[in-house]
Structure formats: structure tokens, C-alpha cells
């Protein structure tokens, strides 16, 4: 590391506080914990989904805990602690009184371990949590973790040993927290597949483009998303939100209404307009909007502040062709025979020598020898796939738009 980087690493401000999830995350994965509370990614999963609904369950209870001296507690939920000393910040899922003291109890979604014990990431989260009671003042034995798959508390005994990986983890996430970049991921490990943030962080893939790694990247199932595309092809109309719900209006009629979190994407064809309230909303979500003309040309796009993880997308993008066409070919043929079956199905006779063209792509694109082939053929079915579905109706969204979003974002996805 030259001077003028060191300089640079001794001015990163960390905050006082680590919070006591995140040295979950830490003792989970370094570079989990430096991506999430460094770089603020996040990324949705069905296991953090389920996770913060179980935790917003718990959360809407919040109240305060009396203070050791102030009478006995009962159950308090929520409850905020924190201490320089060390170094630590936490939110108290519960706290139940017990025999004179309290116990602290998190509730995590999953199952324990094989032999029913904790995991060491959880023991330490809760660790922490046992010590800032500690420090202010309660008496505290043993802490509990709740896993909501078998229904199951599992005490966590708060050894000398788990103290001091616990403490030596505060200290390790700190100095973590200072560095320019992420830790390097892990190397074909097992917690891998689980991690929330393994879209973004593509272990192999980044282990390979570094020489850390000569295998071949194990194959990363994307996560189907429950959001979905909406189509707006209805002249005049208005999107806008109301509370957590976007809502498609022209003159006052409200013609569509959809949870902002089931939406992936808005295509706003021809004369539509979208209110500022309703772009700042989308932009909080990462959520694009997409600009056609009446026929179905791309014109443009409204989009939030970028993603840093650009660069390293184009680089996947190299690694992948240099990897072959095999599996581009077969996604981008796939895709094509989906728009294909659509049409069929909702779009009648008006489409059918339309459909065909599209079945002979879905069959080039299975032969086709060269990338800047196979990106044609799939950007002429795209082209004529948003053509043709708006002929099968003015507002769209669900099954029919998902699969169009595959012609749409194929770009994106072959890229893998
Ligand atoms: S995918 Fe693996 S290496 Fe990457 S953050 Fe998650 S656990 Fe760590």
C-alpha cells in the first residue's frame, strides 16, 4: 500500500458504535458486514423478507425497559442500548425479567444448528447484547435466541471465550470498516448460496477475475422477484402514489392500483405522465422507469443515482464471453419461446404471422456463433414483442408482464 493510500485509509470516519447485528454479519462473513454497513447495499430475500416481517412483529411492540434500580421488569420489547466503552450498539428484540435479572431474547428466522446449539454469528450478536446489560447494571446470566422455523429458544451461554470473540470481533469489524474496498469473499464456501447479498457479491465470479480461484463459478440461482414490470399504455393516464400503492388515473378514474413493492419496473408508453412524488418513490426502490414511443420504441429512461457495481458488471460481461455462448443462447431462445407463447395466447389472429417470426428467432438464437449475433436476434424480438402486446391490453401487469420483462431486461440477464 503506497502513502498517499494509507493517508487516505486513517481519514475514513468509522461511527463510535457497531451495531450488534452487524457483528452478526461480520462473524457471519467480513466482507457481508463491510457491504451492508460500509457500502449500504442491501438486497432483498426470501430469508431477510421473512426476517423483517418476524422483526417488524416484534418491533411494534417497542417500550422502554425500567432501569435496574427503577423495580422489576416484566417484558419489554425494542429496547435501545448502547455503550462507548464498548463500542457497541444494540436493539433489544425482548427482554424478559427472570429470577432477578433480565434475560435477552432475539428472534432470528431460521432453525439452530444440527445439535440444536446456536450459530456462532448469533451467539455473538446476542454476546453483545448480554454485555451492554451488563454495563448498565442489570444482572444477566445467559441470553436466548428464538428461531421462528422450529419454534425453538436456544440459550446462549455467555462464556469467557465467546466474550472475547465477541470483543475481538468489535475490534476487527472496526478496523474492517476503515479499509477503501470490501474484504475478498469467501472461497467456496458453504455460506455462500444462503448469503443475502450474493447478487451482489458474486463470490466465485470476483475470486476468479482475481486469481484466487481456478474453478468454474458455481451457477447462481437469481432469485425469481415477486415484483413484476407495470405496463402503462393507456394515452393520457397519470401514474402516482398513494401511501405505499402506485395508481394509474386519467381524469380522476383511477384505473390500476398495485403495491409499489410487487412493482419492478414502470413502461410508460406514448402520452404518460409520472408525478414527482411517485419518480422519488420509485427511486427509493431502485425501480426504473422506462420511456416508449406509441409504437413501442425505447426512447428513454428515468433512473435513480447508479449502481457502483457498473464495473464490475462490464467485467462479468467480458469473463462471461470469453466463457462461451452455450448458456446465453439457450436463456435468450428461452425467453424469445415465452414472449412467443404470450402472444399466442392473448393475442389472436391479429398476431399470428407475428408469432411465427418469433419462433424462428427463438431458433437462430439457438445456432447463433457470435455474441453481436445473439444480441440482435434478441433485441428484434424484444422489438417486436413490445409491438405487438400492445395490441393485448392498455394496462398490464402480472404473468403477462413478467415474461415481457424478459424480453426487455434481456441485455441485463444474458450477461450471466
Ligand atoms: S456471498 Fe459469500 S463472500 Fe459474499 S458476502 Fe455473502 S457470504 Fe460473504
Same mark, same amino acid.
Given at each position: 500500500m503506497n502513502e498517499?493510500?494509507?493517508?487516505?485509509?486513517?481519514?475514513?470516519?468509522?461511527?463510535?458504535?457497531?451495531?450488534?447485528?452487524?457483528?452478526?454479519? $461480520?462473524?457471519?462473513?467480513?466482507?457481508l458486514f463491510f457491504l451492508e454497513w460500509v457500502d449500504s447495499l442491501w438486497a432483498s430475500s426470501s430469508d431477510t423478507a421473512e426476517g423483517d416481517r418476524r422483526h417488524r412483529r416484534v418491533d411494534a411492540g417497542g417500550g422502554a425497559?425500567?432501569?435496574p434500580d427503577e423495580g422489576e421488569l416484566k417484558a419489554a420489547r425494542s429496547v435501545d442500548l448502547a455503550s462507548e466503552r464498548l463500542g457497541i450498539t444494540a436493539k433489544l428484540d425482548l427482554l424478559e425479567g427472570s429470577d432477578g435479572g433480565v434475560v435477552p431474547i432475539d428472534t432470528k428466522k431460521g432453525r439452530p444448528g444440527r445439535d440444536g446449539t446456536p450459530w456462532e454469528a448469533d451467539a455473538v450478536q446476542v454476546c453483545a447484547q448480554v454485555l451492554l446489560l451488563r454495563e448498565h447494571g442489570y444482572a444477566v446470566e445467559r441470553g436466548e435466541i428464538f428461531y421462528a422455523e422450529t419454534r425453538q429458544r436456544v440459550a446462549v451461554e455467555v462464556t469467557p471465550e465467546l466474550v472475547t470473540r465477541t470483543m475481538r470481533i468489535v475490534a476487527e469489524a472496526r478496523a474492517?470498516?476503515?479499509?477503501?474496498?470490501?474484504?475478498?469473499?469467501?472461497?467456496?464456501?458453504?455460506?455462500?448460496?444462503?448469503?443475502?447479498?450474493?447478487?451482489?457479491?458474486?463470490p466465485d465470479e470476483v475470486?476468479?477475475?482475481?486469481? !484466487?480461484?481456478?474453478?468454474?463459478?458455481? !451457477?447462481?440461482?437469481?432469485?425469481?422477484?415477486?415484483?413484476?414490470p407495470l405496463y402503462v399504455m393507456e394515452p393520457g393516464s397519470v401514474v402516482g402514489i398513494d401511501g405505499g400503492r402506485l395508481t394509474v388515473s386519467?381524469?380522476?378514474?383511477?384505473?390500476?392500483?398495485?403495491?409499489?413493492?410487487?412493482?419492478?419496473k414502470v413502461c410508460a408508453y406514448g402520452n404518460?405522465?409520472?408525478? &414527482?412524488?411517485?419518480?422519488? &418513490?420509485?427511486?427509493?426502490?431502485?425501480?426504473?422507469?422506462?420511456?416508449?414511443? $406509441?409504437?413501442?420504441?425505447?426512447?428513454?429512461?428515468t433512473t435513480g443515482l447508479p449502481s457502483k457495481n457498473v464495473m464490475l458488471r462490464i467485467r462479468q460481461t467480458t469473463a462471461a464471453a470469453r466463457g462461451g455462448l452455450g448458456e446465453p443462447r439457450r436463456m435468450i431462445a428461452g425467453k424469445i419461446k415465452n414472449c412467443r407463447v404470450l402472444l399466442r395466447r392473448n393475442g389472436?389472429?391479429?398476431?399470428? !404471422?407475428?408469432?411465427?417470426?418469433?419462433? &424462428?428467432?427463438?431458433?437462430?438464437?439457438r445456432q447463433a456463433e457470435e455474441a453481436a449475433t445473439l444480441l440482435g436476434i434478441e433485441g428484434t424480438a424484444a422489438r417486436l414483442y413490445s409491438m405487438l402486446?400492445?395490441?393485448?391490453?392498455?394496462?398490464?401487469?402480472?404473468?403477462?408482464?413478467?415474461?415481457?420483462?424478459?424480453?426487455?431486461?434481456?441485455?441485463?440477464?444474458?450477461?450471466?
Open positions: 498517499s493510500v494509507e493517508i487516505m485509509v486513517q481519514r475514513i470516519e468509522v461511527p463510535e458504535l457497531v451495531p450488534a447485528r452487524m457483528l452478526n454479519e $461480520y462473524a457471519y462473513c467480513p466482507r425497559a425500567p432501569l474492517t470498516a476503515t479499509r477503501l474496498a470490501p474484504p475478498p469473499p469467501l472461497r467456496s464456501d458453504p455460506k455462500c448460496p444462503r448469503c443475502s447479498l450474493v447478487g451482489i457479491c458474486l475470486n476468479m477475475l482475481a486469481a !484466487r480461484q481456478d474453478s468454474r463459478p458455481r !451457477r447462481l440461482m437469481a432469485a425469481d422477484p415477486d415484483a413484476v386519467k381524469y380522476r378514474e383511477m384505473l390500476a392500483s398495485v403495491r409499489l413493492i410487487d412493482v419492478l404518460v405522465q409520472v408525478t &414527482a412524488q411517485a419518480m422519488r &418513490a420509485l427511486f427509493e426502490r431502485d425501480v426504473d422507469i422506462l420511456h416508449f414511443s $406509441y409504437g413501442g420504441w425505447l426512447l428513454g429512461m389472436g389472429d391479429a398476431v399470428t !404471422r407475428r408469432v411465427a417470426q418469433l419462433a &424462428a428467432l427463438a431458433d437462430q438464437a402486446s400492445r395490441r393485448c391490453s392498455p394496462v398490464r401487469t402480472a404473468c403477462q408482464a413478467r415474461a415481457s420483462a424478459g424480453c426487455g431486461t434481456a441485455g441485463r440477464r444474458q450477461t450471466r
